[in-house]
């Protein structure tokens, strides 16, 4: 296409002025150029046009959009009034969803570096010198030297797709945000339930008696979720509660505020399990029935007096028996957590130790309780669901032979073939480098031992920040050192800047989410169907457009695109959605098809937002099909291990995932403990093709014994183990007791751990870190002697807060390039309180240096304000653009540099990751202030 053409075709799309291109002399003559609308122009300004339904594009909340569309052009866009989850609300960055997609910033054309300047290349161009590069590498290298990240931002089509490329090209080396954002919640609640999701939904908060928030700020975060909680408030009397380090505007709304010390969440919650223990305020019978191990953590919590949490947390004492006073006596109970909680060394201890807290007083598996986890992205958890994770295969299946079997046969290639792809059988059933590591594989080489014997060599980046990691200017040196770097992305990945290479980097235009349709996957497990909106803009391409390309050139295309059934005939995303639904037993997608979710979004305005329930035509289904979705004619589980209602209408136990038993005890449910109608009242074990007759009552013909023969429920094609279970009222994972100890994890039962960079040394010698992890995805991991390394309160006495306002999203890429939000807030800051702005001689505008204990500087505004503590600073994350006091915007290939520009927040932070996940410690990290 040539220059003229591509510039004036992008005119008439993004201006939306075809009624308006005139002859340009008309200018001359203002009556022939202005002149009042008609009454109809008003009443019906785009004749013609359409209204496409589909669903925002930032955060998890999932909330419903209405476009415009008149002759292909996105020409206005509405609230959803009538949706279940968004019911009419939007935050400005929902509102904005038009410009963001319009916007002239976007990356418009595939550009390469070279020899330091970015040079426009054509797709074919591009993808050759890509596709070569990659062969050469994994040809010398293997194919564990090139890195895949994935996104929480595409569909669960193109995730499914994109962790299946990743296993075709040879290597676990995948993973997405998800890592650094909800990877302790999925290790932490999965280790207690047997699934690792928000266990209610959104709406469900309206039926709470008191909702605990800790590690969390919906009100910016997610502020449609906000809408529900206060909902709760006003229509049930909800009594608010905020635990945090920081006087948040969620805080602001609360009936009960307590500012603790970031990093201390399990010492206050062992303060509060401990009040409840001794006032008796738990719920004994469901303990007896419903949990295994509760006495251990009674004695894990013996030592947690109001004083000594005081001493700890920060907290006043009374300020814990109030917290712990209010939310026991007030049932049902919500827990809401976030990352606050996530980031941090024990994160999956956080996240263990809430789930516990609520188990204590029976508000598991109850309306009005659970644990309402906040995801991240629009597609988190779709994304999670999907696989794009370096320790996971799709559907949470592990990495061992029987589940590379499995996915051989669901993707229709021969296992041999697959195997045949790693370097390795061992490579192939071993974790990957992860997001939030990748970086030591390139500069510590030592790592190599662990990934086939090569560091990374090259980096393949779809539509992930890197920069949301820790330790930025680590993450540059990597960047720097690769031999490949490939961004896919809308918008000019911030990283892309951040890197001074100077050649063998691409840039590729991926289309925004509303230029393809697909589902995606809400915080509350709800799948919806995403319309396509208009067709994409510029030289882009939707990603698995990308990947098919890849595909052929790199010599696998006919297996990758063989699990869809159709050949070269296939439907796209429909296919590969069913495909997903066929595969993913083990959370239960089987009864989550296109055809089902399309209907539900023709039909959205037919469900009740508090229940998910649906009338008329959706009646028997919840909004979403939220999983475990068992069947076709199942309608979907808003509430994980209720068993108050059948196993056919959504109820369950907790899952039979961790055996039996355990030392000589039952780790199955008790008698009266089993879903409203289940054939066995007490506990049993997950479904197989040799207990199903026993558990079921029934007598396989001979034919169905041939097709479930060593089978079980998250491998039985046939779907026949499924189906008897349901008909005799049983789950088919099981029904067991939640765990309290998770035997295979580093802490048994969740410990109280001071962060690596602690402002309390004195606590250190107690509470200390645990031993150096060698190969933890497949890095060797420093814990213990990174926390002695040296007394770092001493240099950097300052605490670090970091979050989200709730203008931008993520690194702020896509939310910073557009006009509006990027002038609501435009530029980064840190807010300090009034006394250590004092002491260190700062006043509100003043610019100040931020140095971290890895090297890192930044230098920013600073913001004098109450809602932090005088030991601590709060910095945003979603900013990028300068480095170090320097503005990079020279360095963004023309006209594609953001609005809004800023230093990026994680040049301070410091080293440190989940002792089980990986995820990085974000927020406890510690900096030295000098007036700027």
Known sequence: MGAN??????????????????????????????RDATEEEIKNPFPGSKLIKTICMHCSVGCGVVAEVHNGVWVRQEVAQDHPVSRGGHCCKGADMIDKVR??????????????????????DAMTKISNKLLELREKFGPDSVMFLGSAKVSNEQAFYIRKFASMFGTNNIDHVARICHSPTVAGAANTFGYGGMTNHLGDMHNSKAILIMGANPAEAHPIAMQHILKGKEQNGAKIIVVDPRFTKTAAKADLYCRIRTGTDIAFLYGVIRLIRDNKWYNKEYLDNRVYGIEEIFKECEEYTPEKVADITGCKPEELIQVATLFASSAPGALIWNQGWTHHTIGSSNTRLGAILQLLLGNVGVVGGGCNVLRGHDNVQGSTDMGCLADTLPGYYGLAEGSWKYFAKQWKVDYEWLKGRFKSKELMEAKGNTLSLWKHSVLDESNAKYNGGSPIKALICIGNGVSTVTETHKSKEALDKLDLVVFIDPYVNDSAVITTRNDNMFLLPAASQVENSGSVVNTGRSTQWRSQVVEPLFESRKDQEILFDFAKRLGFYNEFIAGMGKGDNFTWPEDATNEIARTLKAHGLTGVTAERLKKQQENWHLFNSSSLKGRGVVEKEYYGLPWPCWSETHPGSPVLFNTSLPVSQGGMGFRTRFGTQRNGVSLLANEGSAPVGSRIKGGYDEITAKNIEELAGITLTAEEKALVEGKNWKNDDSGILVKYALAAGLTPFGNAKARTIVWEFIDNVPKHREPLHSPRTDLVAKYPATKDIPNHFRIDVRYESEQLKEDWAKSYPVNVISGRVVEHMGTGTETRASHYLSELNPEMYGELNPILAGRLGLNDGDMMWLYGTGGGKIKIKCKVSLRVDEKSVFLPQNFSGWWSGEDLTYRYPSGTAPYAMGENSNQVTSYGFDQQTACPEVNCSLVRIERA
């Open 5 to 34: 053409s591509f510039g004036r075709r992008t005119f008439l799309k993004m201006a939306s002025l075809a009624t308006a291109v005139t002859a340009t002399s008309a200018f001359a003559n203002k009556e022939k150029v202005l």
């Open 103 to 124: 916007s002239t910033n976007r990356l418009q054309y595939p550009i390469e570096k070279v020899a330091g300047k970015w040079n426009r290349v054509s797709w074919d």
